[in-house]
Each structure stands twice: as structure tokens, then as C-alpha cells.
């Protein structure tokens, strides 16, 4: 079966700090991946999501930056953090669609990151 | 224009009573349809989903969904809630674009004793 990890699950950084936040896929190949964020009392913002290694779409400009090195390993950075990066982070993974539209996307358990 | 609109960002029943939490889709064409469900500081739970199959979808914990192209709806039901059954509910439309959804922003449900 496949599961999605995501580390760290709490995370505290000043605000200029670096971020890297990682999310890794089992049992599955080629996924799609994607990285959203809630911030308090908000809904889901898809940030970036990946058709492949290499490959990643923005859907928001920021202060975010996203990378596939390998297969099914996701990566979310920052070179400076700021005080407005602070929320909840998820990492999803779905089959890459067939026929057009993109079928059930399966959720880590998310980090929670504070910037003070 | 919003893909997926859920009107009321918080709803309350007391335990026994019917849920309703209500999902409206704007798509030319029929898209799937799913609903998920978030507790605390964990990710999101698939709860069902709607992919051109029945429309009336039954899912995990007691919940279903109808699927209503007349109406573009895609309204989550529980004929009696639970108090485990408090969390945040997002409804979620995929759309003729190959990789995304598109996520509601969310209802809280608040189970009174």
C-alpha cells in the first residue's frame, strides 16, 4: 500500500532562517505531487505541485521554492523566512490523471511551521 | 471566478441531529467531486468522491453525498451526527485541467452534546 511522510511535524524558525521541508511517497511510482499550506482560520492554498522529477509548477508568487530530485521525494524551501510563512504545510500525492482529470489526492500529516 | 464554494464557513448540531454541510461546483463540464474531512493538526481524509459513477456516493463514518448537475451541487449528509464527527469538511472539485483540484474553503462542523 501506499503511505506519504512528511518531516519535520513541528518546526520553529526566526524570521531570515532557512526552511526545508521533505515529503516522501512509498509504494507508488510517477505520482503527482503537491504542496499546499492553511494558514489560520484560512483554507487550503495549493503552492506548488510536480508531474515529474525536475518538474514543477508555481501557482503562487512568493517566498517559496520547490524541488523533485528524485522520483517520489518532494521538497519545500525557503532562503529567508518570513513571519507571514508561518501555517500548516501538506504534502499530497495522486496517480497522474488519465483521460483528462485528476482522480483522489492522498494527504501526509502535515508540518506545522511558526516563525517568530 | 471560485471553482467550489461552500456557504457556511461554520455549522453546529447537536448530536443525533442531520448534518448538512453544502458544496456548490462551477464546471462546463461534469468534473469529479470529492469531500474530505481534517482534524486538528493532521492532513486531510478522503471521505468520498464522485467520479461520473452513481450520484448518490456513499463514504466512510456514515457520510454520503448527491451528486445534482441541475443544481451543481454536491451537498455532504449524516442523518445523525456524532461528536467524533467534528472537524473541518473541504469539498474539492477536479477539473478538465489534468492535475489539479480546486479545494473549497472549508466548513467547521461543531457536534453539541
Same mark, same amino acid.
Given at each position: !500500500?501506499?503511505? *506519504?511522510?512528511?518531516?519535520?511535524?513541528?518546526?520553529?524558525?526566526?524570521? @531570515? !532562517?532557512?526552511?526545508?521541508?521533505?515529503?516522501?511517497?512509498?509504494?507508488?511510482? #510517477?505520482? #503527482?505531487?503537491?504542496?499546499?499550506?492553511?494558514?489560520? +482560520?484560512? @483554507?487550503?492554498?495549493?503552492?506548488?505541485?510536480?508531474? @515529474? *522529477? +525536475?518538474? *514543477?509548477?508555481?501557482?503562487? $508568487?512568493?517566498?517559496?521554492?520547490?524541488?523533485?530530485?528524485?522520483?517520489?521525494?518532494? *521538497?519545500? !524551501?525557503?532562503?529567508?523566512?518570513?513571519?507571514?510563512?508561518?501555517?500548516?504545510?501538506?504534502?499530497?500525492?495522486?496517480? $497522474?490523471?488519465? +483521460? +483528462?482529470?485528476?482522480?483522489?489526492?492522498?494527504?501526509? $500529516? @502535515?508540518?506545522?511551521?511558526?516563525?517568530? | 471566478?471560485?471553482?467550489?464554494?461552500?456557504?457556511?464557513?461554520?455549522?453546529?448540531?447537536?448530536?443525533?441531529?442531520?448534518?448538512?454541510?453544502?458544496?456548490?461546483?462551477?464546471?462546463?463540464?461534469?468534473?469529479?467531486?470529492?469531500?474530505?474531512?481534517?482534524?486538528?493538526?493532521?492532513?486531510?481524509?478522503?471521505?468520498?468522491?464522485?467520479?461520473?459513477?452513481?450520484?448518490?456516493?456513499?463514504?466512510?463514518?456514515?457520510?454520503?453525498?448527491?451528486?445534482?448537475?441541475?443544481?451543481?451541487?454536491?451537498?455532504?449528509?449524516?442523518?445523525?451526527?456524532?461528536?467524533?464527527?467534528?472537524?473541518?469538511?473541504?469539498?474539492?472539485?477536479?477539473?478538465?485541467?489534468?492535475?489539479?483540484?480546486?479545494?473549497?474553503?472549508?466548513?467547521?462542523?461543531?457536534?453539541?452534546?
Amino acid at each position: !500500500s501506499q503511505t *506519504i511522510h512528511q518531516w519535520p511535524a513541528t518546526l520553529v524558525q526566526p524570521v @531570515g !532562517s532557512p526552511l526545508s521541508l521533505e515529503c516522501t511517497v512509498e509504494g507508488t511510482s #510517477n505520482p #503527482n505531487l503537491y504542496w499546499y499550506r492553511q494558514a489560520a +482560520g484560512r @483554507g487550503l492554498q495549493l503552492l506548488f505541485y510536480s508531474v @515529474g *522529477i +525536475g518538474q *514543477i509548477s508555481s501557482e503562487v $508568487p512568493q517566498n517559496l521554492s520547490a524541488s523533485r530530485p528524485q522520483d517520489r521525494q518532494f *521538497i519545500l !524551501s525557503s532562503k529567508k523566512l518570513l513571519l507571514s510563512d508561518s501555517g500548516f504545510y501538506l504534502c499530497a500525492w495522486s496517480v $497522474p490523471p488519465s +483521460g +483528462g482529470l485528476t482522480d483522489t489526492q492522498y494527504f501526509g $500529516p @502535515g508540518t506545522r511551521l511558526t516563525v517568530l | 471566478a471560485q471553482s467550489v464554494t461552500q456557504l457556511g464557513s461554520h455549522v453546529s448540531v447537536s448530536e443525533g441531529a442531520l448534518v448538512l454541510l453544502r458544496c456548490n461546483y462551477s464546471s462546463s463540464v461534469p468534473p469529479y467531486l470529492f469531500w474530505y474531512v481534517q482534524y486538528p493538526n493532521q492532513g486531510l481524509q478522503l471521505l468520498l468522491k464522485y467520479t461520473s459513477a452513481a450520484t448518490l456516493v456513499k463514504g466512510i463514518n456514515g457520510f454520503e453525498a448527491e451528486f445534482k448537475k441541475s443544481e451543481t451541487s454536491f451537498h455532504l449528509t449524516k442523518p445523525s451526527a456524532h461528536m467524533s464527527d467534528a472537524a473541518e469538511y473541504f469539498c474539492a472539485v477536479s477539473k478538465n485541467n489534468f492535475n489539479k483540484f480546486y479545494f473549497g474553503s472549508g466548513t467547521k462542523l461543531n457536534v453539541k452534546p
